[in-house]
T-cell receptor, first 114, second 113 residues
Framework: AQSVAQPEDQVNVAEGNPLTVKCTYSVSGNPYLFWYVQYPNRGLQFLLKYITGDNLVKGSYGFEAEFNKSQTSFHLKKPSALVSDSALYFCAVRDQTGANNLFFGTGTRLTVIP | GAGVSQSPSNKVTEKGKDVELRCDPISGHTALYWYRQSLGQGLEFLIYFQGNSAPDKSGLPSDRFSAERTGGSVSTLTIQRTQQEDSAVYLC???????????FGDGTRLSIL
C-alpha cells in the first residue's frame, strides 16, 4: 500500500530564509511523487513532480524538491521564503496499483513571518 | 475555461436531502478524479474516470455516493440522503492522461445542517 507522511503540521520561517517542508513516503516499486499548495478557499495547485531522472526537481514559484531513495524522502525546499508562500502544502504519491489516484499527506501549514 | 470548474462553490442543505455537485474538467483531459477534503481527515480519493473505461469507485464511502461522467467531459457527484458527516470540501481534478499531473478545481464546500 502507498502512503505519505508529513511529520510537521506547522512550519514557521522568517522571510528571506530558506524553507524546508518534509515528506516521507512508502510505496512498493518506483514512486511517483508530487507537491501541491493550497491557498485559503482554493483548490490545490500543482507545484512539481518526480517520476524519474534527476533527484532534484524544480517546480513553480521557485520551489524545488529533492528525491532521496535511501531515506524515502521528498522534501520541498525554497532558498528564500516570501510572505506570499504562506499556505498549506501537501505531498502526494500516486497509486500504482489501479486508479492512478493520489494519496495525500495530512498537509503542512507554512507561515512566513515578515 | 482555462481550469477545472466546479459548481456550486458553496452548498448548504438539510440532513436527508440529495445533492449534486458538478465538475467541468480542462478541455481534452481524459482522466477525472473526485476527492473529499474534511477537517481531521485530510484529502481522500473518491472516484476516478478514465476515458470510456468503467470508473474506479473504490474510494466511495457508502452507496449513498455515486458519480457519472457524461460524454467524457462533465461529471456530477451525487450524494443521496445526506448526513452531517458528509460535510466537507469536494474537490475535482483532471489530467491529460492517467499518469499526468492532476489539476484541481476550487472545490464545492458542502455543509449539512
Amino acid at each position: 500500500a502507498q502512503s505519505v507522511a508529513q511529520p510537521e503540521d506547522q512550519v514557521n520561517v522568517a522571510e528571506g530564509n530558506p524553507l524546508t517542508v518534509k515528506c516521507t513516503y512508502s510505496v512498493s516499486g518506483n514512486p511517483y511523487l508530487f507537491w501541491y499548495v493550497q491557498y485559503p478557499n482554493r483548490g490545490l495547485q500543482f507545484l512539481l513532480k518526480y517520476i524519474t531522472g534527476d533527484n532534484l526537481v524544480k517546480g513553480s514559484y521557485g520551489f524545488e524538491a529533492e528525491f532521496n531513495k535511501s531515506q524515502t524522502s521528498f522534501h520541498l525546499k525554497k532558498p528564500s521564503a516570501l510572505v506570499s508562500d504562506s499556505a498549506l502544502y501537501f505531498c502526494a504519491v500516486r497509486d500504482q496499483t489501479g486508479a492512478n489516484n493520489l494519496f495525500f499527506g495530512t498537509g503542512t501549514r507554512l507561515t512566513v513571518i515578515p | 475555461g482555462a481550469g477545472v470548474s466546479q459548481s456550486p462553490s458553496n452548498k448548504v442543505t438539510e440532513k436527508g436531502k440529495d445533492v449534486e455537485l458538478r465538475c467541468d474538467p480542462i478541455s481534452g483531459h481524459t482522466a477525472l478524479y473526485w476527492y473529499r477534503q474534511s477537517l481531521g481527515q485530510g484529502l481522500e480519493f473518491l472516484i476516478y474516470f478514465q476515458g470510456n473505461s468503467a470508473p474506479d469507485k473504490s474510494g466511495l464511502p457508502s452507496d449513498r455516493f455515486s458519480a457519472e461522467r457524461t460524454g467524457g467531459s462533465v461529471s456530477t457527484l451525487t450524494i443521496q440522503r445526506t448526513q452531517q458527516e458528509d460535510s466537507a470540501v469536494y474537490l475535482c481534478a483532471s489530467s491529460l492522461a492517467a499518469q499526468g499531473a492532476q489539476h484541481f478545481g476550487d472545490g464545492t464546500r458542502l455543509s449539512i445542517l
